[in-house]
């Protein structure tokens, strides 16, 4: 599955299926908060937390792909990423996109 940000496949004849999504709502266990939270004081990466986005970004995108797969697509075009907060310790991860199908 070709999967990219631009809104258009330049020499390519294509149909638009519509839009497809993915998300997840991701958060650390109370131990791993606990440290994030010292790390936080000191200055640093926190690695934990950019761990858990990674995780979170492949599975919401996974989940767009097997949406844009039952609709026949064979790529997603325009997408695009976006997180929030959910709670204090929980993110969301959204990710977006117009399925295609060549012709």
């Known amino acids: 599955m070709k999967i990219v940000t631009v809104e258009?496949?330049?020499g390519c004849n294509y149909e638009?299926?519509?839009?497809?999504?993915?998300s997840t709502i991701q958060s650390?266990?109370?131990?791993?908060?606990?440290?994030?939270?010292?790390?936080?004081?000191?200055?640093?990466e926190l690695r934990g937390y950019t761990n858990?986005?990674?995780?979170?970004?492949?599975?919401?995108?996974?989940?767009?792909?097997?949406?844009?797969?039952?609709m026949g697509a064979d790529a997603i075009i325009g997408v695009r990423y976006t997180t929030s907060a959910?709670?204090?310790q929980a993110a969301e991860v959204l990710v977006y996109g117009t399925?295609?199908?060549y012709k």
């Open 8 to 10: 258009s496949l330049q």
């Open 16 to 22: 638009e299926l519509g839009v497809v999504t993915g």
């Open 28 to 44: 650390k266990n109370m131990f791993t908060d606990f440290g994030q939270g010292l790390k936080g004081i000191v200055g640093g």
């Open 52 to 70: 858990m986005m990674e995780k979170a970004r492949e599975q919401a995108t996974q989940r767009m792909v097997d949406q844009a797969v039952r």
């Open 86 to 88: 959910i709670m204090q």
């Open 99 to 101: 399925a295609v199908k």
